[in-house]
Structures are given as C-alpha cells and as structure tokens.
C-alpha cells in the first residue's frame, strides 16, 4: 500500500525557515517523480515543486523560486522541501505528490497524496 | 497561456447529469488530470489521460477533451459527489504543472 507522510509545518514568522518532510512507502520511491502541492486556506491547489526520479532535475512556480529548494533521498524514500525567507502569502496546507508514471519530468497526474502539513507564516 | 480556467461552482440535481470544464490552452498539447477534493480532506485522482479512471473510480465519472477544453461528467450524480473538482496539466513549456482554480459541484 502506497503511503505519504508529511511533517515538519508549523508557525514561523515572516523572513524565517521551515523545512518539511514526506516519508514515503509501498512503491519504488526512486522510479517517479515527486511535487509540493499547497493550498491555501479556502483557497484553491497551486503546484509549487517537482523533482525528477533521481533527484537530478528540479522546477518551480515562480513565486517560490530563490527561495524553496527541493530534495529527495532516496536511500531514506524522503521527499523535502526546504523553505527559507517566508512570506504571509506562504501559509497553507503543503501537499506532497506522487506522480502516477513519469520518472523526470512531471507528467501532472498524481495518483497519491499525503494528508498535507500546514505551515503558518504570521508574526 | 498556463493558466487553466474553470467555472467557481455548478450545481446538479440528484441523478442527473452534471459536465464541469476546464479550458487552457496547454489543453491543446497535454491531457488534463482531475481530482476530487471533499472538505478536510486530501485530493484523489479521479481521471487521467483524459478519459482513464484509477481503480476504485466509479464509471459514472468521466472525462474527455477537444481543443483547448477538457471536461469531467458525473452521470447520475450522487450525494457523495458533492465536492470540490480541479484540472491540472503541465503548462507550455512542459515542466511545470497548472492547476485550474476549482469547480465546487452541490448535489441538490
């Protein structure tokens, strides 16, 4: 059975860091690639990140460029998302999303979810 | 364009059959995904490859696509339909995915 687990949100002021984890199980961690997706709250899904299987290619929306840096291990099957110089307008529910077949570069058809961490940014 | 549009909200009686879009125009190049999304809870993949359901989907779920406009169709809609719809696809250039801005569906 494939599993997500998403940790590591919290409360963080605005211009501090966050790092988040998703531990995943149930499937070859290494084959598919991995995205943040956040949302929010009562607002809609926005994809934020992708990795490639091997951890060789990265993409970002462009509000969190320069900023977010994505991760993964592979030995440990972990997906991260380091977040630095946060902003109000980064609060929401971070998803984290297994793509359903591709291997490099997103094929946006995300056959598993976590159950999303929240991360608050307010002073 | 990699901005995918869909109407805020629609709404279905009962049984009856229910179409919910999504237009954009890396439509044209990339199938659209949709996902179900109930309150409080995480999104689950409903149609992929335009008209594919995982295992576990009903088959009163579908979707198809021309042009630049994906759709989703819930055929009989139930009760436990009520939910929030979204379409994604990758956008222009390949790399990054888009997701639409949602389609709350009422069941009345």
């Known amino acids: 059975e494939v599993q997500l687990l998403e940790s590591g949100g919290g409360l963080v002021q605005p211009g501090g860091s966050l790092r988040l984890s998703c531990a995943a199980s149930g499937y070859t961690f290494s084959s598919y690639v991995m995205s943040w997706v956040r949302q929010a709250p009562g607002k809609g899904l926005e994809w934020v990140s992708g990795i490639s299987g091997s951890g060789d290619s990265t993409y970002y929306t462009d509000s969190v460029k320069g900023r977010f840096t994505i991760s993964r291990d592979n030995s440990r099957k972990t997906l991260y998302l380091q977040m630095n110089s946060l902003r109000a307008e980064d609060t929401a529910v971070y998803y984290c999303?297994?793509?359903?077949?591709?291997?490099?570069?997103?094929?946006?058809?995300?056959?598993?979810w976590g159950q999303g961490t929240l991360v608050t940014v307010s002073s | 364009s990699s901005e995918l549009t869909q109407d805020p909200a629609v709404s279905v009686a009962l049984g009856q059959t229910v179409r919910i879009t999504c237009q954009g125009d890396?439509?044209?190049?990339?199938?659209a995904s949709w996902y179900q999304q109930k309150p409080g809870q995480a999104p689950v993949l409903v149609i992929y490859d335009k008209n594919n359901r995982p295992s576990g989907i009903p088959d009163r779920i579908s979707g198809s696509s021309s042009g630049n406009t994906a759709s989703l169709t819930v055929t009989g809609a139930q009760a436990e339909d009520e939910a929030d719809y979204y379409c994604n696809s990758r956008d222009s250039s390949g790399n990054h995915v888009v997701f639409g801005g949602g389609t709350k569906l009422t069941v009345l």
């Open positions: 999303a297994k793509d359903r077949r591709c291997s490099t570069t997103s094929c946006s058809d995300f056959d598993y």
């Open positions: 890396s439509l044209r190049s990339y199938y």
